[in-house]
Structures are given as structure tokens and as C-alpha cells.
């Protein structure tokens, strides 16, 4: 009969030694509770236990468990970024016009400034006539700030430049009603009245100025509830009209105005240049809507309104800038605006891929029809 192991011999003499006794509470206390602390050093079971310390070991560590542990450790260093690309959930914030102005102050747009003609040649009788009865020149401390205005005119959407984005982005959210960003391409525009899913393609002639222009109607505090008006308006089951692509005619006849030296008056007196531009261009556009709901107009008229608008603007500047101002000044005081009396029967329509639109530039000067789209 082979005989049991050394460990387990050693285990049996130190329980033999440790065997418990009895005091007199009838307690199983260990035979060592009495000993004095001077005596258990020389005690078997610390002999023994002191011995087989003296030649242990710890095992070694292997490279995965500590390369494990440091990664482990690092967990609560570990700091969340705080950049927009680490949170690509959350939406753009909306971004004001002085804003999205600034970012074309100083940025280099020498490139496109070389492409404007800042003012219209005239020749002949013309030059004559409007030498000696048309609007004074522009101040020469002011011609910075129109040449800023036809720059960006001739300045496209870039879908690379962060800026660009958040301005469509502002524009969306604001007449929607959204709070989530949408993409940059989409039939979702066509519902804002682009004519197709990029909104580029529609900016032929006024450039990013007529995003500018869109972003300050929907982002002023004054012209908001005239925005929210003439887009509704647009909507209307019967007399619907592409409201962005409209607009982007209205800032047409804006520029084509600052050319033909039509706001210089207003300009030299204010002594600036896009207020005046931005207000004659809602201005414009307030003109267009009061048209169109009084006089019943359809998308079949927009050229012709459109022709006939632009003429009104560039003969009266000053008039259509006191209909704003009035019309300003009553939404001030909470009175009825000059839109909200329209009824409106039915739910609004989706605008018809198959409607034609015609803008400024499609009608020829002795033209009696509309034609094509813009």
C-alpha cells in the first residue's frame, strides 16, 4: 500500500497539533488561543508555514495579460471628443445672416470679384439722358461694399464649404419647421419650390446672393412672419408658385437695380449698401405677393408679373421701401398682416413638375408670351 504524500502528512501532524479543546463555556477554541505571542513563533504550524513562504514564487505574467491591463486602465482616461465630427448626430445649429456675411468678408474671393460690371454701360443719348436726369452716383466709400454685394452674386453653392451647407440647412429648418438636417440633395427641395433636387442649378444669375437673401427674410425677426406668409401663399391650391425659385428672380431684379444705379440714392443716404439691398429686396418680393393674392395670378402669369415688377422697382425704389416699412411697423403692433386676410380653402398643394415657370430673364424685352422655364 503506497503511503500518503509529504503534503499530506504535514497536513495531518499540524491538525493533530491544532486539535481543538474545550474551555469552559463548552467553546471549540484552538489549542493556541492561550499561547503567549513570545511562544508562537516557535509554534510547528508557523515554523511550517514561515518555511514554505520563504520558497514561493509568483507565477510569471504573460504579455497579453499585461498588455489587457493597460489597456483596461486607459478605459477612464479616455476623454469624448467634443468636435462636430465626433457628434455627426446632432444637428447643425441655424446660422444668422451677419454670419454667413462675414464668412464672405473674409474670405478670398478674388476669383469672382473680377467676373462683375458694377455698373450698366451706357452709350449715346442714353449715357446723356442719365448723366443729366438719372440717380446720383454711388459714394466712393461705398463701392467696396457694392462690389462685396456682385461678388458674391457671381459666387456658386459649393456642397464642400461647411458655410454653404448650414445656410441651406437654416433655410430648410426654418419653413419646414424641421429640426433635423436633410440632405443636400433631394427631391425634399422641390417641396421649398426649387425646380429640381439640387438646389444649384437654380441659382443661374444671382449666384449665392439669393440664398443670402433667402437666409435673411427667414432668419430676420422682422420679415419672418412675411416669409412664413408668402410661403404659404405659394402653396395655395390654385395660385402655387415655386417660392425659392420666385425668389431667387426677386433677387435678380435686385441686382440688376444696384447696377442700374437705382439704390445709389438710398444707399448714399443710409450710407450703406446691403440693408438697402436686403430691404429692397423684400421689399420686392412683399410687392410680388400683394400682386399675385389680389390680383389672382397663377403660375402661368409669373413672367409677365415678374417683367412688370421689375420695372415698378427700378422707376420707385423709395416707394416699395415705405410699403415695407408700413407693412413692418403694422406686424409690429400685432395688427391683421397684409396677407393674413386671404383664405385659403383646401389643403396646400404640391407644386407640378409639369407647371411652367417663367422668370425675368426668359421674357424678351418686346415678348407678349411666356416661355420656357428658367
Not at 419647421?177 to 440632405?183: I, L, N, P, Q, V
Not at 432668419?219 to 406668409?229: C, G, P, R
Request: contains cysteine.
Amino acid at each position: 500500500m503506497r503511503s500518503p504524500p509529504a503534503g499530506k502528512a504535514l497536513v495531518e501532524t499540524m491538525s493533530a497539533e491544532l486539535a481543538p479543546s474545550c474551555d469552559k463555556g463548552n467553546s471549540p477554541l484552538p489549542a493556541f488561543r492561550g499561547i503567549s505571542i513570545s511562544e508562537l513563533r516557535n509554534h510547528s504550524l508557523l515554523r511550517a508555514l514561515t518555511a514554505d513562504a520563504h520558497g514561493w514564487k509568483p507565477p510569471a505574467v504573460s504579455t497579453e495579460v499585461l498588455r489587457a491591463q493597460e489597456e483596461w486602465e486607459a478605459v477612464d482616461t479616455i476623454q469624448p471628443e467634443t468636435g462636430s465630427q465626433a457628434r455627426p448626430e446632432q444637428p447643425e445649429q441655424l446660422v444668422s445672416f451677419s454670419e454667413a456675411l462675414q464668412h464672405f468678408q473674409t474670405a478670398d474671393l478674388s476669383p469672382f470679384k473680377k467676373r462683375i460690371q458694377p455698373t450698366v454701360r451706357r452709350t449715346g443719348l442714353a449715357a446723356l439722358r442719365h448723366c443729366l436726369f438719372g440717380p446720383p452716383k454711388l459714394h466712393q466709400g461705398l463701392r467696396d461694399e457694392r462690389d462685396l454685394v456682385l461678388t458674391i452674386a457671381q459666387c456658386g453653392l459649393d456642397s464642400q464649404d461647411p458655410m454653404h451647407g448650414r445656410v441651406l440647412q437654416t433655410i430648410y429648418k426654418k419653413l419646414t419647421g424641421s429640426k433635423f438636417d436633410c440632405a443636400l440633395f433631394g427631391d425634399h427641395w422641390e417641396d421649398l419650390g426649387f425646380q429640381g433636387a439640387n438646389p444649384a442649378t437654380d441659382l443661374r444669375g444671382a449666384g449665392f446672393l439669393a440664398l443670402l437673401h433667402l437666409l435673411y427674410l427667414v432668419m430676420d425677426s422682422k420679415t419672418w412672419l412675411m416669409a412664413q406668409e408668402i410661403f404659404r401663399l405659394s402653396r395655395h391650391h390654385i395660385q402655387q408658385f415655386p417660392f425659392c425659385l420666385m425668389s431667387v428672380n426677386i433677387t435678380r431684379i435686385a441686382i440688376q437695380a444696384l447696377r442700374e444705379e437705382c439704390l445709389s440714392r438710398e444707399c448714399n443716404r443710409q450710407q450703406k449698401v446691403f440693408p438697402v439691398v436686403n430691404s429692397f429686396y423684400a421689399a420686392t418680393f412683399l410687392r410680388l405677393a400683394h400682386i399675385w393674392r389680389t390680383q389672382q395670378k397663377t403660375i402661368s402669369d409669373s413672367g409677365f408679373v415678374l417683367k412688370d415688377l421689375e420695372m415698378l422697382a427700378k422707376k420707385s425704389p423709395r416707394r416699395l421701401l415705405k410699403t415695407l416699412d408700413v407693412y413692418l411697423a403694422g406686424v409690429a403692433k400685432g395688427q391683421t398682416s397684409l396677407l393674413g386676410a386671404q383664405k385659403c380653402p383646401g389643403p396646400p398643394s404640391p407644386h407640378s413638375k409639369d407647371l411652367t415657370f417663367t422668370g425675368v430673364c426668359d421674357l424678351q424685352p418686346h415678348s407678349t408670351e411666356g416661355s420656357g422655364l428658367i
